[in-house]
């Protein structure tokens, strides 16, 4: 089940992508606790399809400053993470605004609403922006390593990726377990 959630001064409901697209999509999270890691592990997923050229696809551990630049040039932003007040497994899919109120508490990661503030602030752009969350059940340390509930949720989660960049069945390269078979050598960028 998608839970949609729209700001109170909410942006007009996306159309869809126009051919000469752009879009950037950024799985977050740290890789050692547990369901946190389902951003990267979903980023990772989607960089392993065929996508169109106009998606780009990262991974990283938190969300930096220098993100605001490339928020700028793209006209769509999905942010994908980790939620600890959704039932495990569950998805929300949520329409952001820039808000330069949501200052992170720590100067070497950011609020995607932050970046989206800045992006505004110093270059005079913002992406349609969206951030689709997971509802996770274990944050206990692991290694790129989820529950049970929250590997159940990383296909829905792809599943609502391309849906909302309106991508119907991209080629897949065959995997085994992209969650339980996921390399200890991979690395985020951070």
């Known amino acids: 089940m998608i839970h949609s959630a729209r700001p109170a001064k909410g942006k007009p409901a996306p159309s869809r992508p126009l051919p000469d697209r ?57 942010f994908l993470d980790a939620a600890v007040d959704l039932p495990p497994g569950e998805l929300r899919l949520q329409a952001l605004q820039p808000d330069a109120s949501a200052l992170s508490t720590m100067a070497h990661f950011h ?15 913002v992406p349609e922006a969206w951030l689709i969350t997971a509802g996770g059940a274990d944050f206990d340390y692991g290694h790129f390593r989820l529950s049970e509930t929250a590997a159940a949720a990383v296909q829905p989660m792809i599943d609502a990726v391309l849906e909302r960049l309106g991508i119907q069945q991209p080629i897949t390269d065959p995997i085994t377990d992209p969650v339980t078979e996921h390399s200890d050598a991979r690395s985020c960028s951070d």
Do not use: F, K
Not at 33 to 39: L, M, Q, S, V, W
Not at 54 to 65: D, P, Q, S
């Open 22 to 78: 752009s879009a950037l999509v950024i799985g977050y999270g740290s890789p050692i606790r547990g369901d946190d890691a389902i951003g990267p592990i979903v980023a990772d997923r989607l960089q392993q399809q065929h996508l169109p050229d106009w998606v780009r696809v990262e991974a990283r551990h938190i969300l930096t400053a220098e993100l605001a630049a490339d928020l700028a040039q793209v006209e769509q932003v999905i």
């Open 111 to 125: 609020d995607p609403r932050e970046l989206l503030a800045w992006s505004q602030g110093l270059y005079g752009r």
